[in-house]
């Protein structure tokens, strides 16, 4: 069993946005999650996709934004604020610009937001997301130590979606060793507050093992589950596993998936 979710029949669609964060170095990663999306979700077109950067700290630049709108009319980017609660000490700096992935949780004005990294492939059909009753959901990690949900696709249900949540998520204490970003303050934040409906969501939404990735040895989980798979994600630092916009032989299947719809789009690394 694939353990898809189905969507409910006969439902309208519910008012929704996509989100995510780039900078000019996950251009090529955007470009390619947006092609993707394009290719598989039906509903695609009909939601506003927010991106959200930072001019100092996350630089998108002007011919980035105009050469993705160019290709995507429902693209909208957003100059987002940098709290002093995001300067605190990281294990890589790198990974600073993830913070804005908070700014998910201020979009007030729809019911139900499906934010994704930009460094994912959407190879199926995820309009089902858009129908879960929860207030949040996403899918687990496998190691503890990094908390209880990877956040690199998150659905976030109206509940959370207002300013308030995302001031409380940055203002957490720090207290989780000195990995400190996004995802630990969504997983604090869901620990202190019991009676959310908070569902686990099935890996094939948010795959990381691929080969290259340091927890796995090679290519054979994803290969395996490929066909079900809906979402694979270049997950963590990319000293650890470089994205596939940066390699030049792949490493794995799916950075072979990645080229192809990359080449679709006729844009140039």
């Not at 290259?212 to 798979?229: A, N």
Request: aromatic share 10%; hydrophobic share 40%; net charge negative.
């Amino acid at each position: 069993m694939d353990g898809a979710l189905s969507r409910p029949l006969n439902l309208n669609l519910p008012k929704a946005a996509i989100c995510t964060v780039c900078s000019d170095r996950f251009v090529p990663g955007l470009t390619v999650m947006l092609q993707s999306l394009n290719d598989n979700m039906r509903a695609f077109a009909d939601l506003p996709v927010r991106v959200f950067y930072n001019a100092q700290k996350a630089p998108l630049g002007a011919d980035n934004q105009a050469r993705i709108s160019r290709r995507f009319a429902n693209v909208t980017f957003h100059d987002c604020s940098w709290h002093e609660g995001f300067n605190g000490e990281l294990e890589a700096d790198a990974h600073r610009p993830a913070f804005l992935a908070l700014e998910a949780f201020r979009q007030d004005d729809v019911e139900r937001v499906i934010y994704l990294d930009s460094d994912t492939l959407c190879t199926g059909e995820l309009g089902e997301l858009l129908f879960l009753d929860c207030d949040f959901a996403a899918v687990p990690c496998r190691k503890p130590m990094a908390g209880r949900f990877n956040s690199g696709l998150m659905v976030i249900g109206k509940r959370l979606l207002s300013n308030s949540v995302a001031d409380a998520m940055i203002t957490l204490d720090r207290g989780l060793g000195e990995y400190w970003a996004d995802q630990p303050r969504i997983n604090a934040y869901l620990r202190a507050h019991g009676d959310l409906r908070v569902m686990e969501l099935p890996e094939i939404y948010n795959f990381m093992y691929i080969a290259g990735h340091p927890e796995t040895g090679d290519d054979t989980q994803f290969q395996r589950l490929e066909r079900h798979i809906k979402i694979v994600h270049w997950a963590g630092r990319e000293t650890k596993r470089p994205k596939p916009w940066n390699i030049d032989v792949p490493l794995s299947k799916a950075d072979t998936l990645w080229q192809k719809v990359y080449d679709s789009t006729g844009a140039e690394t």
